[in-house]
C-alpha cells in the first residue's frame, strides 16, 4: 500500500445510511450507539411536535424524535418496521425515528459536496454536505443543528 493509498484511507470516514421520509442521509457512525426496532414512546407533555416522547433504554430515558418531521418531510405514523437510531448529541443520548437503516458508507471529504444554503433567516442548515452512492443523493445531516432544543436547554443548565 503506498503512502497516498494510506492517507487517502485515513482521511475517510464512516456513515452510517439511512431513509426517511423516501429519501437517503446518512450520519457519521462515531455518532450511532446503537440501532434498535420500534419501541411505542411514553409521550411527554409541551414537546415540540417532532418528539414522540421518550424511550427506556436500559434504565436511561431517550427522548425520541421524528427525524421526517424534524426535517419537514412527509411523516407517516410509526410501525414495527421503522428503526430507531440511538445517537450521541452532546454527551447526551437521543433516539433518531427512521424508515430504514442502509449501510455503512466509507467516504472522504473529496467524496462530499457542500450543501447549498437554504435554510430559513435564522436557522443553520440541517444538511452538512451532498454525495452520491450509484444515481442515489446522500443528505449528510449535521446532527447539532437538527437538535437545537437540546443545546437550548443544556445552556439554560
Do not use: K
Request: charged share 20%; aromatic share 4%; glycine share 6%.
Amino acid at each position: 500500500m503506498s503512502d497516498t493509498d494510506v492517507l487517502a484511507r485515513s482521511q475517510s470516514m464512516e456513515y452510517l445510511s439511512f431513509q426517511v421520509g423516501g429519501e437517503d442521509y446518512a450520519i457519521d457512525i462515531r455518532l450511532v450507539r446503537e440501532i434498535r426496532g420500534w419501541t411505542t414512546p411514553s409521550p411527554m407533555p409541551d414537546a415540540p411536535a417532532f418528539v414522540l416522547g421518550v424511550i427506556n433504554l436500559r434504565g436511561e430515558v431517550l427522548p425520541l424524535l421524528d427525524l421526517a418531521a424534524r426535517l419537514g418531510l412527509t411523516t407517516q405514523d410509526a410501525t414495527e418496521r421503522n428503526v430507531t437510531i440511538v445517537a450521541e448529541v452532546d454527551n447526551g443520548q437521543i433516539g433518531l425515528l427512521v424508515d430504514a437503516v442502509s449501510d455503512i458508507v466509507v467516504l472522504s471529504e473529496d467524496d462530499m459536496q457542500p450543501a447549498p444554503d437554504i435554510a430559513n433567516a435564522g436557522q443553520q442548515s440541517s444538511v452538512r454536505a451532498l454525495t452520491f452512492i450509484g444515481e442515489e443523493t446522500v443528505r449528510i445531516l449535521d446532527l447539532e443543528a437538527i437538535l437545537p432544543m437540546m443545546n437550548a436547554a443544556q445552556d439554560q443548565t
